[in-house]
């Protein structure tokens, strides 16, 4: 599955597999990623990127291949 990021006001969302909502904003040191799972009441981070498409990359992978931190 290939999540569809929408650009808007410079923060990038997209919804992936069981409703888990991606975000990715710019700072400092890169591309902040996080998700949202349905119910939660803070988001998660999942890691900051030297590249957009990288932060997409990783919204993308599976939970079960993705590398571990």
């Known amino acids: 599955m290939s999540i569809d990021f929408e650009e808007s ?27 949202t799972d349905p119910g939660d009441l803070t988001a998660t981070f ?8 990288a932060a997409k990359a990783e919204a993308d992978t599976p939970a079960a291949t993705r590398r571990r931190r």
């Open 9 to 35: 006001m410079g923060v990038f969302r997209g919804t992936g597999i069981s409703g888990r909502e991606w975000r990715i904003s710019r700072t400092v040191t890169g591309w902040r990623l996080e998700f």
């Open 46 to 53: 999942a890691g900051v990127h030297g590249t957009l498409s």
